[in-house]
């Protein structure tokens, strides 16, 4: 959550010159790297993420296992 946040704050105001008008300057363009270098670590590494995987399977049996 922390992450998008701060996408949001410093990669979308960068991203509308350089989209929308074409007049952006060098520091809008560093911006606009910093916000997509940030966004693509902030997806899990692939341990983390079929451990995640895992325990939502897990949790997901168990609900069905009670009703």
């Known amino acids: 959550m922390m992450n998008t946040i ?18 952006a300057t060098v520091i809008d363009y560093i ?14 590494c692939t341990g983390d993420a079929k451990n995640i995987w ?3 399977i ?3 049996h168990w609900n069905f296992s009670l009703e």
């Open 6 to 23: 701060i996408i949001a704050l410093i990669g979308l105001p960068s991203a509308i010159p350089v989209i929308q008008f074409g007049l």
């Open 31 to 44: 911006l606009v790297w910093l916000g997509v270098f940030i966004a693509m670590h902030s997806f899990p």
């Open 54 to 56: 895992s325990m939502y």
């Open 58 to 60: 897990i949790q997901l």
